[in-house]
């Protein structure tokens, strides 16, 4: 799974990296570039995105910079307008903006809106407005979505959800959103416990159960038409969302992200979701 045996890319491939400003996203940034990507560097935090550009120029990798806040759809618009004005298209998009609000071992469903509006809503509707930009040239286009094996299908107890996820025939962006609307009604009426939703970190873990659905209808949808759709989880990773805490570092994680990134175009596999570096059909989680 070494995406460096057979370079197809050059400083005329353009990647995108959200949430950039530190952890994996900051590494994957940094590893792209490392690789002679042109690649643009994305953060929420104005301030904090310029300083990780500068940590990333002192080691000689050249980056571009934009303010974005998935959350926020102006914030999407003005971001692709910027890129509009600045590239002439998009070859690789990596997803990685997250947010989560629960230590290790807790479980609060608190901020159940916020998470599932920059998880699920802020990637999907950013890789929509992206979309029209993408080069959908021989080497295939690109999308990997930073997810998690917290929002696998057998991670469910709902029967009648994991049917609806399972069925890729009837599978629709409705029915994800269907679900996910369903997830912050239990929320509300304080029910979500009894409903069969996942049991660790349930907020984030419905809001990846969400984009790991949404990647799979999206790489089925682009099959054969130059753009791959695929999620990486890159396992328990030591970054501020987990304090510090986990088997491997942020550089090990985008190491592996990187070469997923950068697969060979021949053969390219899409609709898939990636633990570390083994691969699984999103059907049989």
Not at 54 to 79: P, Q
Not at 96 to 122: C, D, L, Q, R
Not at 180 to 190: A, D, I
Not at 243 to 255: L, M, N, Q, R, W
Request: aromatic residues 8%.
């Amino acid at each position: 799974m070494d995406g460096t045996c057979c370079r197809w890319w050059s400083k005329d491939t353009v990647a995108i990296v959200t949430g950039a400003n530190k952890g994996i996203g900051f590494a994957l940034v940094k590893r792209l570039a490392e690789l002679g990507l042109t690649v643009i560097l994305t953060a929420r935090d104005n301030a904090k995105g310029l300083k990780a550009v500068e940590s990333l120029r002192s080691l000689r990798l050249h980056v571009h910079f934009c303010t974005l806040d998935v959350s926020d759809t102006d914030s999407i618009k003005t971001f692709v307008s910027w890129f509009k004005e600045t590239f002439q298209a998009l070859d690789i998009l990596v997803n990685n903006a997250a947010v989560s609000f629960n230590e290790i071992h807790e479980n609060s469903v608190k901020h159940a809106e916020t998470v599932i509006k920059t998880n699920f809503y802020g990637p999907k509707l950013l890789t929509e407005a992206l979309l029209p930009l993408f080069r959908f040239s021989d080497s295939i286009s690109r999308i990997l979505n930073i997810s998690s094996r917290l929002g696998s299908i057998n991670k469910l107890r709902n029967p009648k959800i994991k049917e609806m996820l399972l069925n890729e025939e009837t599978l629709s962006e409705e029915k994800i959103e269907g679900m996910v609307n369903l997830f912050l009604e239990n929320v509300k009426s304080g029910t979500w416990k009894s409903q069969g939703w996942p049991e660790v970190w349930t907020e984030y873990a419905v809001s990846k159960l969400a984009l790991n659905a949404y990647s799979k209808l999206l790489g089925k949808c682009f099959e054969g038409r130059g753009l791959c759709v695929n999620c990486f989880c890159p396992g328990f990773t030591q970054t501020s969302m987990t304090g510090g805490k986990g088997t491997h570092t942020a550089d090990a994680a985008a190491d592996l992200g990187a070469r997923l990134a950068l697969l060979p175009p021949g053969d390219l596999p899409t609709g898939k979701f990636y633990i570390g570096s083994k691969v699984s059909i999103y059907s049989k989680l």
